[in-house]
């Protein structure tokens, strides 16, 4: 293994443990993936962040630990966040449904995203604020995912209230790795990943295809191409890398469908209504990150340039709209999106503690064309709107962190943000140019007295941009009717209350209470399939998470959550909100002692929820349950099996509650549309590695 060659600004005589050495390295950076780090955290799974975190629901998830779970889609990666629920109303091309803290985050609003430091979610997209689109992961490259939940960090911006997944690639590999899958309903995989190493760095690279039909009768036909080359230099806190990125994808769709039409067996629950639904996307990045670090100060500055383009088809109403042609709509999104980040921390040392005090800059510009038009069977019929909008933001924070004795330590920040809008429409009464502005403080407070035990409080605000053309319209383009203007920024407000402790060996444990009100909430309109902006929100929750392993050989995870969300004012329809989560729950057991066999079972409870104001609607609650086996045939040859839905339950993976109209149906019917879970299924996977 090689030796570090560049200082860095801790001090290794002080750790008592290569974990802790290898943890706070890796908080303090934005690639962890040296070799060293990696040799020393493949022994550990969730970490413990006893003296590192500022709050009870923040964490960090290890390689080993991403490593091990079962997984349907990329996306369900971020499921290792505790609470968080990840699922999919349509085909599997599209952006994932993300449910946590009470809320139905649609397509990602209010989860903030990011891979090795690119923004995932899409502003001002044409199907749904805050897109994040997934599918372009690659999880044999994650080293980490780091969390946090709650407007508490200066750092984080917009969409990150409910919370913020960081995912952060490697920059070189351990060893090569080739696999390829093949599975029920038509899955197959193939991947190839490695590192070669040049006379001053590393070049790494991944190619992936995949395909997958699902378990539908119009078969999803998913089908993409994925690719990763990184070059890197130095170390995790003393380097750089750039990296390019590919991705391209096209798909069908059996979006969700109506409760009735099941029941009187029109269709089955694998049927579509529209079997012309479905997308294409693409994703292609250049970014660069680089990092040095002293004993007493630290740079980090990275940048990008993502080129994004969606074709979406979508029919949610059928026939309510247009007897003849149907109401099929298209949602054409063609962005670039180029940003910096760059932030500068001084530390300071005292014989009671020390302080590090950071500044940093986030500037984002995102040049959009979008638009709604009227299709049938992909086919345009007419163009209700079409939008250029230049959204543009910069961001300036500061953040202190000081340790004013063995005990107590505070963080306290502040956060400013600038928003431009600028929508040029078909439509001249809509087009405009809007301005707005936040400035968002926080402190955490965390007292530790206690060798194995912390408490903390976090008090915080931030907020949420809405879509660009909701500032500048007029006039509504589909009905003509007048339209009211909706404020770009919405401001967060949250309190948090924690603890944290590890006093019983190999146990790891947390418990958040937590306050989280917004001045608008973003709701989902079933009959455009679009977001809109609706009245302030509270939402009061309570998480309980845990990490034990009792044995070298086993480890189990625990998490429970549940909240309560309501609107706030006096609202006639009433004040619950529709798809709010309540109550989550996830227990998964691991068993490898080291040698030629694994396994692994996880059971995922994701419980009832309202589907209208007046709560006179529920939704049902889902289970699924996951496994997988591992059969090492030699060191560098390993087999696994996966299953899905071993109980093969008949449960909803989303539940809808709107109005909707059959072929044959005189009037619109008001019913529960959903979209059922995938049926038990199976994967096998051959894994080489060189």
């Known amino acids: 293994m090689a030796p570090l060659k560049r200082s860095s600004s801790i001090k290794t005589a002080s750790i008592k443990s290569p974990l802790k050495y290898a943890l706070l390295l890796a908080l303090g950076s934005a690639h962890a993936d040296d070799q060293i780090l990696q040799r020393v955290l493949v022994d550990g799974s969730r970490t413990n962040q006893l003296g590192v975190a500022d709050a009870a629901s923040a964490g960090s ?68 604020q805050g897109w994040t689109d997934l599918n372009f992961l690659i999880p044999e490259l994650a080293v980490r995912l780091d969390y946090k939940k709650g407007p508490y960090s200066a750092e984080e911006g917009d969409f990150a209230s409910a919370g913020t997944a960081s995912v952060v690639y490697a920059n070189r590999l351990l060893q090569g790795v080739a696999s390829v899958s093949a599975g029920q309903n038509g899955y197959g995989r193939a991947l190839v990943a490695d590192s070669l190493e040049t006379q001053r760095g590393s070049l790494l690279y991944a190619i992936e295809a995949l395909h997958n039909d699902g378990p539908f009768t119009n078969p999803d036909e998913y089908r993409k191409l994925n690719a990763v080359l990184r070059y890197s230099e130095g170390y995790a806190n003393n380097g750089f890398n750039v990296s390019l990125m590919a991705y391209k994808a096209d798909w069908n769709s059996t979006d969700q469908i109506p409760l009735r039409a099941v029941q009187d067996g029109q269709i089955g629950r694998n049927d579509a209504i529209d079997n012309t639904d479905g997308g294409k996307s693409h994703r292609y990045s250049l970014s660069g990150a680089w990092r040095r670090t002293n004993d007493d100060s630290a740079s980090k500055v990275n940048a990008y340039i993502i080129a994004n383009q969606l074709d979406l088809w979508s029919n949610f109403t059928y026939f309510m709209d247009d007897p003849v042609h149907g109401d099929q709509f298209a949602q054409p999104d063609k962005r670039v999106t180029s940003g910096v980040n760059a932030s500068h921390s001084w530390h300071q040392h005292t014989d009671t503690g020390n302080t590090e005090t950071t500044i940093g800059v986030q500037l984002q510009n995102d040049n959009i064309f979008n638009g709604l038009y009227s299709t049938q069977a992909r086919r345009t019929l007419s163009v209700t709107r079409q939008d250029h909008i230049v959204e543009s933001s910069a961001g300036l924070y500061v953040e202190n962190n000081t340790r004013w004795s063995e005990a107590l330590r505070t963080v306290a920040g ?18 405009g140019k809007a301005n707005d502005h936040l400035v968002s403080p926080s402190v955490s407070v965390i007292y530790g007295p206690w060798q194995s035990a912390e408490v903390y409080a976090n008090f915080g605000s931030g907020f949420h941009s809405n879509d660009a053309r909701g500032s500048t319209i007029t006039i509504d383009p589909k009905t003509g009717l007048a339209a009211d203007k909706v404020q770009p920024l919405v401001r967060s407000r949250g309190i948090e209350f924690g603890a944290r402790t590890a006093w019983l060996p190999g146990l790891q444990t947390s418990l958040s209470v937590y306050r989280l009100d917004f001045d608008s909430e973003l709701t989902y309109a079933g009959d455009a399939g679009t977001t809109e902006a609706g009245p302030p929100s509270r939402r009061y929750g309570v998480e309980f998470s845990n990490y034990y392993k009792p044995l070298k050989w086993l480890s189990v995870d625990l998490d429970l959550a549940y909240a309560r969300a309501r609107s706030r004012g006096d609202l006639e329809e009433g004040s619950y909100i529709p798809g709010a989560i309540e109550g989550t729950g996830q227990l998964a057991v691991t068993v490898d002692d080291g040698g030629p066999y694994s396994g692994s079972l996880k059971l995922r409870y994701f419980g009832p929820r309202p589907l209208i104001e007046d709560n006179s609607v529920r939704s049902s609650s889902s289970m699924t349950l996951n496994g997988r086996l591992g059969w090492k045939i030699r060191k560098d040859l390993r087999l696994e099996l996966e299953a899905f839905n071993i109980t093969n339950r008949r449960d909803s993976a989303i539940d809808y509650y709107y109005a909707s109209q059959l072929k044959g149906e005189a009037e619109p019917v008001s019913d529960i549309h959903f979209h059922p879970i995938e049926s038990r299924s199976l994967r096998a996977t051959l894994i080489k590695n060189f």
């Open 61 to 128: 998830v290890t390689q080993e630990e991403l490593a091990a779970r079962t997984v349907y889609r990329p996306g369900e990666m971020l499921e290792a966040v505790p609470g968080l629920v990840v699922s999919q109303h349509s085909g599997e091309g599209k952006a994932n449904q993300f449910y946590l803290r009470g809320f139905n985050l649609d397509h990602g609003t209010d989860l903030r995203t990011t891979v090795d430091g690119m923004p995932v979610n899409q502003r001002s997209h044409a199907h749904g």
């Open 414 to 431: 502040a956060r400013l943000d600038s928003y431009r809008f600028d929508v040029r429409s078909d439509l001249a009464a809509n087009s």
